[in-house]
């Protein structure tokens, strides 16, 4: 595990400056003017509502011919106020002072016979700290793991590889076999990207992606960094990738994917073919990963 987190310490700096922002606020107009002493910090709530609610808006009239099944108001609806409370526990709390709460998890030897082991590839604009809830699972459950943490944050994903294979031979190394990949968002590209070096693909028991933005994602084209414009639908390199990794890279793969996805879409751009493609309706891109059903899988495919 990475000993420090570029990205963890900019979320900090920018919550840390929120809050005291809004707790200032708060102290000068109260009591005074206590409405107006709650509505600054109920402001930054909201902004955070809204831009969330856009992406929902534009999620229901991009998607209307992709051939997913289409969301309902109410599962468009609770899917948004889901994600803004979801939001703001990831990028408030999770991923800027959670990130290293819970480290990766080695056997000091090989078991008899051995344990199978996870590694598991956080999304755009995150750090290990995302999978907060599988870490504690997978430590309870004595199961072998790494999360890395793919930096530069806003890089290129040409430069993730080395990365996620450095995560894999460490854990191959502990637990004597192939790992399970489990990946969200970027993270799934990411993973094609590595399997596309030599000898990769058979060093992969599966892969899991989780709302991955496999054929790029509509949002994409207001991106500015670099992987950003990666994920951006129909882009060069993810049509390059694509050609040159179908049908799974010839590593089995499990993709996850929802009618109510707000970063993917059109959503069935999650979808590989020839992969086990399963959907979940109505659950944004973050909750996706926190399903139990989506948590279940993955614990199976350790033990196959």
Do not use: K
């Amino acid at each position: 595990m990475r000993h420090g987190s570029s990205l963890a310490r900019f979320q900090r700096t920018l919550v840390l400056f929120l809050a005291g922002a809004a707790l200032g606020w708060f102290a000068w107009h109260w009591p005074a003017a206590p409405l107006l002493a709650i509505g600054g910090p109920a402001v930054i709530w909201v902004g955070l509502a809204l831009v969330l609610g856009a992406e929902f808006l534009a999620l229901g009239v991009v998607g209307r011919a992709d051939p997913a099944p289409r969301p309902t108001a109410r599962q468009l609806i609770r899917a948004w106020l889901a994600s803004t409370w979801l939001n703001a526990l990831v990028f408030g709390w999770w991923q800027p002072f959670r990130w290293n709460a819970i480290p990766d998890q080695l056997p000091a030897s090989l078991r008899r016979p051995p344990r199978r082991g996870m590694v598991l590839v956080h999304g755009f604009v995150c750090n290990r700290g995302f999978w907060t809830p599988w870490l504690r699972l997978l430590r309870q459950r004595g199961v072998p793991f790494i999360a890395v943490n793919l930096e530069p944050a806003f890089g290129s994903i040409d430069d993730y590889p080395t990365i996620i294979e450095d995560a894999v031979q460490r854990i191959t190394r502990a637990t004597g076999t192939a790992p399970l990949l489990v990946c969200h968002s970027m993270g799934g590209v990411a993973v094609r990207a590595w399997l596309r070096t030599a000898g990769a693909a058979p060093r992969v028991h599966h892969v899991v992606t989780i709302g991955s933005p496999h054929r790029g994602t509509w949002i994409g084209r207001f991106s500015r960094v670099a992987n950003g414009r990666q994920l951006s639908l129909g882009n060069a390199w993810i049509e390059e990738l694509g050609r040159a990794m179908p049908a799974g890279a010839g590593a089995p793969f499990t993709c996850w994917y929802s009618n109510c996805d707000n970063m993917v879409f059109p959503v069935s751009g999650a979808t590989l073919p020839g992969a086990d493609n399963r959907l979940v309706p109505g659950v944004g891109h973050l909750a996706l990963a926190y399903r139990t059903e989506v948590i279940a899988r993955a614990l199976a495919l350790l033990e196959e």
